[in-house]
């Protein structure tokens, strides 16, 4: 299988006993409760809102990273 996909055997093992990195976990869980947010104010709060709300949860995170991260899940304000 591993010369069918042109990979070494040690980096197809390297891959699957990986974990996720804290970056990755971190992502992850803001584009969860970013779209909760998004989707429990009816799609209509933007970025400012959305972090704020963030922060009053206990994410850390930039207005710009969370404008970046909605436009990354297609999330759109006030455009239906």
Same mark, same amino acid.
């Given at each position: 299988?591993?010369?069918?996909?042109?990979?070494? $055997?040690?980096? /197809?093992?390297?891959?699957? #006993?990986?974990?996720?990195?804290?970056?990755?976990?971190?992502?992850? %869980? !803001?584009? @969860? $409760?970013?779209? /909760?947010?998004?989707?429990? #104010?009816?799609?209509?709060?933007?970025?400012?809102?959305?972090?704020? %709300? !963030?922060? @009053?949860?206990?994410?850390?995170?930039?207005?710009?990273?969370?404008?970046?991260?909605?436009?990354e899940?297609?999330?759109?304000?006030?455009?239906?």
């Amino acid at each position: 299988m591993c010369s069918i996909f042109k990979v070494s $055997r040690s980096g /197809y093992y390297n891959w699957r #006993n990986s974990t996720a990195s804290p970056q990755s976990v971190r992502k992850a %869980l !803001l584009l @969860q $409760r970013i779209t /909760y947010h998004f989707n429990d #104010n009816q799609g209509r709060i933007g970025s400012p809102t959305v972090t704020i %709300l !963030l922060r @009053q949860e206990g994410h850390k995170g930039s207005e710009r990273t969370v404008g970046k991260y909605m436009r990354e899940l297609g999330l759109r304000y006030g455009r239906g």
